[in-house]
């Protein structure tokens, strides 16, 4: 019987493996060692963290978040993991679900935690759309022309994932969104991950250089837009959009052009079939509900997609202007409908704010972050940008036939810059570029780490060995950037029931339509019951103002107060870790105004433990 060959897939077509990709280490490898090699840290991973995650100390979370409050044996999981995905990733061209369970059991391991740790809701902007789909389940409506205070009008404006959550609500019969909602980033990364390899192989044959710009992307992608948010829901859609048009979007002539090149780089051998004019317009009728899913669910998502499909255009491959101007339509009738009001409203802010690149990069906070955790998160961010940098320019130098041939990847990383030059997005917009360039980057930093197969003999062997040491201090260096990035500020994220509880009840003794203060609205339970109050957050301002503040704490906040308006106060040790951390208020500032308004004659105390301060505005 003749012996069957392992196949790999190039395109549409099913080929056998080419002698580089045995060179390149991609034929099977044979014997038990491999087999065990591969299942046994995945085992040896699994125990560590299961033992681990049940003795993490959630008591009294410090500056440094849940980084000194994990075991031990959490990071040795994490490094073994990292350690198997190395091993694993030799076979990745004959078993490329090795590298693809690795990367699941990092993705669990990295994000699962506050999933089974916490008995509340983490991120304080998840318990505010928590409230969004409460509010929708309760009134079974959207009001897109209602005025509500802190610009809780886009939810209903934008109402597509928070429609969608209160239908799943519904079918699963559970309480609400809580119940599941610290899951998302697992759920989010699961459904992301095959689209990623879907572009990843669009423009690369090489399993190894595949897989290791997915595991890129996950220790990169700290940026916190991954919770049970708008912005994670359609960045995920964007990112389906582009892998269909990337894959189906090919002009003929192009595909011909690319595959002699694909000839010189083997890593660049995955060229997709030229697609006809019919073809696309049936690409278009399939991605259109997604582009419109994106447009009713996100405000900033459906721009970044226009600017993604614009850079495209100057590619010959992908120059399908009937797809961007399908794009840009959906995207305006949303806006001058559903999105009117914001939509106005924000036109009349870019004259302020376009061009003015030093303020629309600007991280979001009012001031320095302080304390070590914080600082130590500010200081991680940056060196993982750097990295990522360095390691992405590195292969647009080097691995320049690859560059030609993934240049979409690198116009589609590229396309969210501008946007700098546009508005600051209430200071997230550094936040969204770095996320929207992400994909682009990461196949990039990966492709100056796995080495091309292609090249004299000699070349080809120091770039392999450069990276047997490279590939792991990068991979390294990146979980090391991950961790207090994702972690490192748990103080602010995460509030005990009680905390959440005191917060309720002072929501509930406050008459309708009474105003709320509070120092800042990045605690949980600051929405609750959103539309039947008005809340102010005080230290959200210039910080000379906040400093001002402190001289006179309860004469300020009655001066702000209308007359006759029924007024509440809550502070909480989750504001307190916040407007320090990121420098509202000086250290000491918190306890100095907590005091203040105690000893005032303006305020009367209603509610006071460890978990919080409850005071209402009025003589005593």
């Known amino acids: 019987m003749q012996q069957r060959v392992p196949t790999a897939v190039t395109g549409s077509a099913v080929l056998p493996p080419?002698?580089?990709?045995?060179?390149?280490?991609?034929?099977?490898?044979?014997?038990?060692?491999?087999?065990?090699?591969?299942?046994?840290?995945?085992?040896?991973?699994?125990?560590?963290?299961?033992?681990?995650?049940?003795?993490?100390?959630?008591?009294?979370?410090?500056?440094?978040?849940?980084?000194?409050r994990f075991p031990p044996a959490y990071y040795g999981a994490l490094a073994v993991l990292t350690a198997g995905f190395l091993v694993t990733l030799r076979r990745a061209g004959t078993a490329p679900w090795w590298p693809a369970g690795y990367s699941l059991a990092m993705l669990v391991a990295l994000k699962a935690p506050p999933a089974l740790l916490y008995d509340s809701v983490r991120y304080a902007w998840a318990s505010k759309h928590d409230a969004v789909i409460t509010r929708i389940l309760t009134e079974g409506a959207v009001h897109p022309t209602a005025e509500l205070?802190?610009?809780?009008?886009?939810?209903?404006?934008?109402?597509?994932?928070?429609?969608?959550?209160?239908?799943?609500?519904?079918?699963?019969?559970?309480?609400?969104?809580?119940?599941?909602?610290?899951?998302?980033?697992?759920?989010?990364?699961?459904?992301?991950?095959?689209?990623?390899?879907?572009?990843?192989?669009?423009?690369?044959?090489?399993?190894?250089?595949?897989?290791?710009?997915?595991?890129?992307?996950?220790?990169?992608?700290?940026?916190?837009?991954?919770?049970?948010?708008?912005?994670?829901?359609?960045?995920?859609?964007?990112?389906?959009?582009?892998?269909?048009?990337?894959?189906?979007?090919?002009?003929?002539?192009?595909?011909?052009?690319?595959?002699?090149?694909?000839?010189?780089?083997?890593?660049?051998?995955?060229?997709?079939?030229?697609?006809?004019?019919?073809?696309?317009?049936?690409?278009?009728?399939?991605?259109?509900?997604?582009i419109g899913a994106i447009n009713a669910s996100h405000q900033l998502t459906p721009v970044m997609l226009c600017a993604t499909l614009a850079v495209l255009c100057l590619s010959r491959r992908y120059r399908n202007w009937g797809l961007l101007a399908v794009t840009v339509l959906i995207m305006v009738v949303w806006d001058l409908t559903m999105g009117r009001v914001l939509f106005l409203e924000t036109l009349g802010t870019l004259r302020a704010s376009a061009g003015d690149l030093l303020s629309n990069s600007r991280a979001g906070y009012a001031g320095e972050p302080t304390g070590p955790g914080p600082e130590l998160v500010g200081a991680a961010n940056i060196a993982m940008v750097g990295v990522l940098a360095v390691l992405a320019g590195t292969a647009v130098l080097l691995r320049r036939r690859l560059t030609r041939s993934a240049l979409p990847l690198l116009l589609a990383a590229a396309a969210p810059v501008p946007m700098f030059a546009v508005n600051d997005y209430g200071g997230e917009m550094l936040f969204r570029v770095y996320l929207f360039g992400l994909p682009g980057t990461a196949f990039f930093a990966a492709a100056a780490l796995v080495p091309a197969a292609a090249g004299s003999g000699r070349a080809r062997i120091a770039a392999r060995r450069t990276a047997l040491v490279a590939l792991p201090l990068a991979l390294t260096a990146l979980l090391a950037g991950f961790l207090p990035s994702y972690y490192g500020k748990e103080g602010m994220h995460y509030a005990p029931p009680a905390e959440l509880a005191l917060t309720r009840r002072a929501y509930d003794r406050a008459p309708e339509g009474a105003l709320i203060l509070a120092t800042t609205g990045s605690f949980p339970g600051a929405y609750y019951r959103y539309d039947h109050y008005e809340r102010w957050f005080f230290t959200e301002q210039d910080i000379p103002e906040n400093l001002r503040m402190l001289k006179d704490p309860a004469g300020y906040l009655a001066r702000g107060i209308p007359e006759g308006r029924p007024a509440y106060v809550i502070l909480t040790p989750t504001q307190e870790k916040a407007v320090t951390g990121e420098g509202y208020l000086p250290p000491g500032g918190f306890a100095e105004l907590k005091a203040a308004l105690k000893q005032s004659p303006l305020f009367r105390v209603v509610e006071e433990s460890e978990h919080g301060l409850v005071l209402v505005h009025g003589i005593r």
């Open 18 to 68: 080419p002698p580089a990709a045995r060179r390149r280490g991609l034929a099977r490898p044979t014997g038990r060692p491999q087999t065990l090699f591969s299942w046994l840290p995945l085992l040896v991973a699994a125990g560590l963290w299961l033992y681990a995650v049940p003795r993490t100390d959630l008591r009294d979370i410090g500056d440094y978040g849940l980084l000194d």
């Open 149 to 290: 205070s802190g610009g809780m009008s886009a939810y209903d404006q934008w109402p597509g994932f928070f429609s969608l959550n209160a239908a799943l609500v519904r079918a699963f019969g559970v309480d609400a969104a809580a119940s599941y909602i610290n899951w998302a980033p697992v759920a989010l990364g699961v459904l992301t991950l095959p689209v990623l390899v879907l572009v990843y192989r669009t423009f690369s044959d090489d399993w190894r250089l595949v897989w290791t710009a997915v595991w890129i992307f996950q220790l990169a992608n700290w940026v916190g837009q991954d919770y049970l948010s708008p912005q994670g829901f359609a960045y995920l859609l964007y990112l389906a959009v582009l892998a269909v048009v990337v894959r189906h979007f090919v002009k003929p002539g192009s595909a011909g052009r690319l595959r002699d090149r694909s000839r010189l780089d083997p890593a660049a051998a995955a060229v997709p079939p030229p697609t006809g004019a019919r073809q696309r317009a049936v690409a278009v009728a399939i991605v259109a509900p997604l």
